[in-house]
């Protein structure tokens, strides 16, 4: 399973990824003014408990900006220590990278 955190987007979301094929996708905020730093934890958890992302997730990426400087630096932060605490591979993805693949 990959997890893959978007947090450049106005509302910022968590998508579970196996064999090239979405199977969860969650938008983390409700609306615009809240603050990612509230939420983001307390999806993990939920998403961990459903689909036992301690166990079977083997990868991490993030969208890397441009986007909310905040955003960037709570989503590298939370990426960053489930890399440290799980010992997985993390890759970065660039807006650039996103549509150089859709076009």
């Not at 939370?78 to 970065?92: F, H, R, T, V």
Request: hydrophobic share 40%.
């Amino acid at each position: 399973m990959l997890l893959f955190l978007d947090v450049i987007s106005p509302i910022p979301e968590i998508y579970v990824i196996e064999d090239n094929k979405v199977i969860f996708q969650r938008k983390i905020l409700k609306n615009e003014s809240d603050k990612l730093s509230d939420f983001i934890i307390e999806n993990y958890l939920d998403i961990n408990n459903k689909l036992n992302l301690t166990k079977n997730l083997k990868k991490i990426a993030i969208t890397a900006g441009p986007g909310s400087y905040t955003s960037l630096r709570v989503g590298a932060a939370s990426i960053s220590g489930l890399k440290i605490a799980q010992d997985l591979n993390c890759c970065q993805i660039s807006v650039e990278d996103i549509f150089k693949f859709k076009s």
